[in-house]
């Protein structure tokens, strides 16, 4: 049972990016985001997807730590406080 839901989220996955429906985010610059790998329940790509925030750590540089993670970790696998 385990495979074949692996194998209908596979195609799931396939499906949505045939789509080609590019993202609903805008990038930095204020253009329309051109990324068709999309979530298809938002309809935003990773990086716009609402349900998904930046990491609140910093890196060993100092400076914010830009990976975007979901909303409930808040932290990135590099930044999680223990
Ligand atoms: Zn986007
Ligand atoms: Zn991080």
């Known amino acids: 049972m ?6 209908l989220s596979v195609v799931c996955i396939s499906l949505t990016a045939l789509a080609n429906t590019p993202c609903k985010g805008t990038t930095k610059a204020g253009k329309p985001c051109a990324s068709v790998i999309v979530d298809s329940k938002t309809g935003y790509c990773n990086a716009h997807n609402p349900n998904r925030v930046k990491c609140t750590g910093t890196t060993t540089a100092g400076k914010p730590c830009n990976m975007v993670v979901m909303k409930e970790s808040k932290t990135c696998r590099l930044h999680v406080k223990k």
């Open 2 to 7: 385990k495979k074949l839901v692996l194998i």
